[in-house]
């Protein structure tokens, strides 16, 4: 497990160093937790372990943690590790599509179903929510933007995933913490990677000052009226928290952390 995580407060706000390393803890023994009790349906599956390398740095140097994170990014077990996960979720949505009402799956967006990397890349694991994004070398690049450039790639095991709940007539419900003024390019992003077909796409209002959970929250209950939403999966604990699910399945995401 690693033993310091970078961890980003919500996308409208920016941490300091000192918040990231005292909350890192709390956030690995709320990830073990949710692990353990995981969502409320006594049968759901549970996903392997991720393979998160462990950082033991004395004197502590964020450089460490950071050459840590990319090597896991960039040496395929990143990858393997979120493929594990919808794997584990696959089987048990695919057998519950025909025994259950108006089946759905929600899908977070940002690495859950679409990756972030180049931006973390180029901010060095910090997050700048304002100013240009070129993508340039040494270079940084203003969240907001980069989101405008509607590039950022499909997270194949997660397009795997969605490609074949939808063929089990499954409706997939988005559910992100984008604004809703990005709603135009993250639809037309999301269809240009190949997630065609989806149900609905819910984005944070623009003023609204909810929490990324409560927000999130909100969205599902009032979906699961409509709904028998048989999975829940992202890769924040806040993507997870608030039911209304019958199991949730958590992706690795060391990079950073949304309450």
């Not at 000192?18 to 956030?27: G, M």
């Not at 050459?67 to 089987?91: C, E, F, K, Q, W």
């Not at 799956?105 to 997050?127: C, M, Y």
Request: aromatic residues 10%; proline residues 7%.
């Amino acid at each position: 497990m690693l033993s310091h995580v970078v961890i980003r407060q919500d996308r409208r706000d920016t941490m300091r160093l000192s918040n990231q390393v005292r909350n890192t803890f709390a956030t690995i023994a709320l990830t073990s937790l949710l692990a353990t009790v995981g969502a409320y349906a006594s049968d759901c599956p549970v996903a392997p372990q991720p393979h998160i390398p462990p950082v033991a740095v004395t004197p502590f140097n964020l450089d460490f943690v950071k050459n840590a994170l990319t090597d896991y990014h960039d040496n395929g077990t990143y990858m393997a590790d979120i493929a594990a996960v919808y794997s584990t979720a696959r089987p048990y949505v695919e057998s519950r599509a025909g025994e259950v009402k108006k089946p759905a799956v929600v899908l977070d967006i940002d690495e859950t179903s679409l990756s972030n990397w180049p931006n973390l890349q180029a901010d060095n694991f910090g997050f700048i929510p304002k100013g240009p994004c070129t993508l340039e070398k040494d270079f940084a690049c203003g969240f907001t933007a980069w989101v405008e450039l509607g590039t950022a790639k499909e997270i194949p095991p997660a397009l795997e995933f969605f490609k074949a709940v939808r063929a089990k007539n499954v409706a997939v419900l988005f559910i992100t913490a984008r604004k809703e003024s990005q709603r135009s390019i993250t639809e037309k992003n999301l269809h240009a990677v190949g997630y065609d077909g989806w149900e609905t796409l819910v984005l944070l209002p623009d003023g609204d000052k909810s929490t990324s959970q409560a927000f999130k929250t909100a969205a599902r209950q009032k979906f699961a009226s409509e709904y028998t939403i048989i999975a829940n999966i992202g890769d924040q604990l806040s993507d997870l928290a608030g039911g209304s699910a019958e199991c949730t399945f958590k992706l690795p995401n060391p990079f950073y952390f949304i309450p």
